[in-house]
């Protein structure tokens, strides 16, 4: 019986050691799938759309070759067919059976200037999340949405790569695999040690029995055999042969085990069922998104690198003294101190440049949420540098899909300052309407109310609104008009006369939303100081004011002279009904222009 039940424990050993190598071998399946992307190569552009990527489930390998410079980026879909409306591409798509097709496709928009003179490059665009670039071939692992797609070119000029192919990975695991040949080497096993036993059993049946009693008749013992004893002569035993062959015997079960353990040796983890247990995930608050509300204009990481290219374009600017290059990221309000700061520098050596704008680190993000142009972004930056320690408060904005990011509106946040709750930069924020009803003072309103504050002080039918005991411009301001009234006494005591005037300027202010309902509000506004004579035979000189006297290219008149100032101003602005007054959060004041009085 012993052998019948061996002959069964290899049979089942055999069944499944055949079973588990057969799923590693003849019945594993592709650990891969691929769709070929075969394009006439006439567009400077392929859109390989989010169904494509997302057409087989997993994450998608993309591999382009093409006779020189290679460009691949992805982003939003709605992001990228924005930025190539006004030129041809040929776009990629999936139909109805899943199989990959390519359409050509017109611009739907007026060209920009870029593109009617011969292609736009790609290369570090502000709509990207990300980019690669290669010579000859390109391969790159991504995991996409399909609300994201990838656009493929050259140099923005010679037509895109024509072969591109994306890849999937299949689950080609076999679980069972292990625990069937682990199972087969146990039964092989079992087999053996059923084997061995019954070989043994007949053995042991076929030995001569003794019969019992009557006991044999005691005989004398011979003297003969006692001699030999004597002499050590010793007969062999033979049970001490059998005992040798039963440790040989033994020894056959190694090799069944060591059969297993080598078939195991091959097999990976995904060979074998998983079966750790998740961990249970910690809960965290609940952020909601008004219902039907757009994305934000742009990740967290895209506004790294956008502030980090807008850091390094104006620190070249500003080593240049290039109003040009600094125009390339910068507008508004900010743009003008720096080509009235290149201005100064250029004429006076010793006259210092503006704050540099700093990369990193990136503190806050605060994107706009929205689908159309333009858009804006806020971002907090503190200075990595330990000797000038500054955070810089920047709104930036891009007009259409094809500008950059250009920073409007640069400031200085206090150390004291507390911002108010924002929103997290995956959710974003609203953009507050310049004529909004909704907050204390409409932000288009702003700069005007401020301006009068400044012009009128406590007697401002503004003042009211307004945190004006913690504004710490509004000192400056005023410590400034006291150092000017004194410059003036002191050289044309009783023969001139300043006067201070502060007005909005011409800048279109900058809202987005807080979690509370309130909006930061970034506006411009504009400090004039006039210095005229007060009788016909006196000018007014300039030997102490070489600014003015270098942007005016006069040293003295006999009318005066006007020097403007331009401050850009970040507030608080709670919500209507709110008991909060408007506060300062953070400004940049610098000298604009100056000019002989009419």
Same mark, same amino acid.
């Given at each position: 019986?012993?052998?019948?039940?061996?002959?069964?424990?290899?049979?089942?050993?055999?069944?499944?050691?055949?079973? !588990?190598?057969?799923?590693?071998?003849?019945?594993?399946?592709?650990?891969?799938?691929?769709?070929?992307?075969?394009?006439?190569?006439?567009?400077?552009?392929?859109?390989?759309?989010?169904?494509?990527?997302?057409?087989?489930?997993?994450?998608?390998?993309?591999?382009?070759?093409?006779? !020189?410079?290679?460009?691949?980026?992805?982003?939003?879909?709605?992001?990228?067919?924005?930025?190539?409306?006004?030129? %041809?591409?040929?776009?990629?798509?999936?139909?109805?059976?899943?199989?990959?097709?390519?359409?050509?496709?017109?611009?739907?928009?007026?060209?920009?200037?870029? /593109?009617?003179?011969?292609?736009?490059?790609?290369?570090?665009?502000?709509?990207?999340?990300?980019?690669?670039?290669?010579?000859?071939?390109?391969?790159?692992?991504?995991?996409?949405?399909?609300?994201?797609?990838?656009?493929?070119?050259?140099?923005?000029?010679?037509?895109?790569?024509?072969?591109?192919?994306?890849?999937?990975?299949?689950?080609?695991?076999?679980?069972?695999?292990?625990?069937?040949?682990? !199972?087969?080497?146990?039964?092989?096993?079992?087999?053996?040690?059923?084997?061995?036993?019954?070989?043994?059993?007949?053995?042991?049946?076929?030995?001569?029995?003794?019969?019992?009693?009557?006991?044999?008749?005691?005989?004398?013992?011979?003297?003969?055999?006692?001699?030999?004893?004597?002499?050590?002569?010793?007969?062999?035993?033979?049970?001490?042969?059998?005992?040798?062959?039963?440790?040989?015997?033994?020894?056959?079960?190694?090799?069944?085990?060591?059969?297993?353990?080598?078939?195991?040796?091959?097999?990976?983890?995904?060979?074998?069922?998983?079966?750790?247990?998740?961990?249970?995930?910690?809960?965290?608050?609940?952020?909601?998104?008004?219902?039907?509300?757009?994305?934000?204009?742009?990740?967290?990481?895209?506004?790294?690198?956008?502030?980090?290219?807008?850091?390094?374009?104006?620190?070249?600017? %500003?080593?240049?003294?290039?109003?040009?290059?600094?125009?390339?990221?910068?507008?508004?309000?900010?743009?003008?101190?720096?080509?009235?700061?290149?201005?100064?520098?250029?004429?006076?050596?010793?006259?210092?440049?503006? +704050?540099?704008?700093?990369?990193?680190?990136?503190?806050?993000?605060? +994107?706009?949420?929205?689908?159309?142009?333009?858009?804006?972004?806020?971002?907090?930056?503190?200075?990595?540098?330990?000797?000038? +320690?500054?955070?810089?408060?920047?709104?930036?904005?891009?007009?259409?899909?094809?500008?950059? =990011?250009? /920073?409007?509106?640069?400031?200085?946040?206090?150390?004291?300052?507390?911002?108010?709750?924002?929103?997290?930069? =995956?959710?974003?924020?609203?953009?507050?309407?310049?004529?909004?009803?909704?907050?204390?003072?409409?932000?288009?309103?702003?700069?005007?109310?401020?301006?009068?504050?400044?012009?009128?002080?406590?007697?401002?039918?503004?003042?009211?609104?307004? %945190?004006?005991?913690? %504004?710490?411009?509004?000192?400056?301001?005023?410590?400034?008009?006291?150092?000017?009234?004194?410059?003036?006494?002191?050289?044309?005591?009783?023969?001139?006369?300043?006067?201070?005037?502060?007005?909005?300027?011409? /800048?279109?202010?900058?809202?987005?939303?807080?979690?509370?309902?309130?909006?930061?509000?970034?506006?411009?506004?504009?400090?004039?100081?006039?210095?005229?004579?007060?009788?016909?035979?006196?000018?007014?000189?300039?030997?102490?004011? +070489?600014?003015?006297?270098?942007?005016?290219?006069?040293?003295?008149?006999?009318?005066?002279?006007?020097?403007?100032?331009?401050?850009?101003?970040?507030?608080?602005?709670?919500?209507?009904?709110?008991?909060?007054?408007?506060?300062?959060?953070? =400004?940049?004041?610098?000298?604009?222009?100056?000019?002989?009085?009419?």
């Amino acid at each position: 019986m012993r052998f019948v039940w061996a002959v069964v424990a290899f049979v089942i050993a055999a069944a499944m050691i055949g079973a !588990g190598i057969a799923q590693r071998t003849v019945f594993q399946g592709p650990s891969e799938t691929t769709k070929a992307v075969q394009t006439e190569g006439a567009s400077a552009y392929t859109l390989i759309d989010g169904s494509v990527l997302t057409s087989v489930p997993g994450a998608q390998t993309l591999r382009v070759e093409g006779d !020189g410079a290679v460009f691949l980026s992805y982003g939003r879909t709605a992001d990228l067919k924005a930025w190539l409306a006004d030129v %041809d591409y040929t776009a990629v798509t999936v139909n109805g059976e899943g199989e990959v097709q390519t359409a050509d496709q017109a611009p739907t928009v007026t060209p920009a200037s870029a /593109a009617t003179t011969g292609g736009r490059s790609p290369i570090d665009n502000d709509l990207w999340l990300d980019e690669f670039e290669q010579t000859g071939s390109l391969s790159t692992t991504l995991q996409l949405p399909s609300d994201m797609s990838v656009l493929v070119a050259s140099d923005g000029t010679a037509p895109a790569p024509a072969n591109v192919s994306v890849t999937w990975p299949i689950d080609d695991s076999t679980p069972w695999a292990g625990p069937l040949i682990v !199972g087969g080497g146990i039964a092989l096993l079992a087999g053996i040690v059923l084997y061995l036993l019954g070989i043994r059993h007949v053995r042991r049946s076929r030995r001569p029995r003794r019969k019992g009693l009557p006991l044999p008749v005691t005989e004398p013992i011979s003297i003969a055999e006692s001699d030999a004893a004597a002499k050590g002569v010793v007969s062999e035993s033979p049970s001490r042969r059998s005992s040798g062959s039963r440790g040989r015997r033994a020894l056959v079960a190694v090799p069944a085990l060591g059969v297993s353990v080598a078939l195991l040796a091959g097999c990976s983890a995904d060979a074998w069922p998983q079966f750790a247990a998740s961990e249970t995930p910690t809960p965290t608050p609940t952020v909601v998104v008004p219902e039907g509300q757009f994305p934000p204009a742009v990740t967290e990481a895209q506004a790294k690198r956008i502030v980090s290219r807008v850091s390094s374009t104006v620190a070249s600017a %500003d080593a240049a003294l290039d109003q040009n290059a600094a125009a390339q990221r910068l507008s508004g309000p900010a743009l003008a101190e720096r080509a009235t700061n290149y201005t100064l520098r250029a004429a006076l050596p010793d006259r210092p440049a503006l +704050p540099a704008i700093p990369s990193e680190p990136v503190q806050i993000t605060l +994107p706009q949420t929205t689908g159309s142009w333009p858009r804006s972004l806020m971002t907090v930056v503190e200075s990595a540098d330990a000797a000038t +320690p500054t955070t810089t408060i920047m709104m930036m904005t891009q007009e259409t899909p094809w500008d950059d =990011y250009k /920073a409007s509106y640069v400031g200085n946040l206090e150390a004291s300052t507390n911002l108010p709750e924002l929103a997290a930069p =995956y959710v974003g924020a609203t953009q507050v309407p310049p004529d909004s009803s909704f907050l204390t003072l409409a932000p288009e309103k702003v700069a005007a109310a401020y301006a009068d504050i400044i012009n009128n002080g406590e007697n401002s039918a503004s003042a009211p609104l307004f %945190d004006t005991g913690n %504004d710490l411009l509004l000192s400056a301001i005023q410590d400034n008009k006291t150092k000017r009234t004194d410059e003036l006494n002191q050289t044309g005591a009783g023969t001139a006369e300043i006067s201070f005037a502060a007005s909005a300027g011409p /800048a279109t202010p900058i809202a987005l939303a807080t979690l509370d309902t309130g909006a930061i509000v970034a506006v411009n506004v504009y400090e004039s100081d006039t210095a005229k004579p007060t009788n016909a035979d006196a000018v007014i000189k300039l030997d102490n004011n +070489p600014a003015v006297k270098a942007l005016t290219g006069v040293d003295q008149s006999a009318t005066g002279f006007t020097t403007t100032y331009s401050d850009q101003v970040f507030f608080y602005v709670p919500s209507q009904g709110s008991d909060d007054k408007i506060r300062l959060l953070g =400004y940049r004041s610098s000298l604009l222009e100056a000019k002989v009085s009419p």
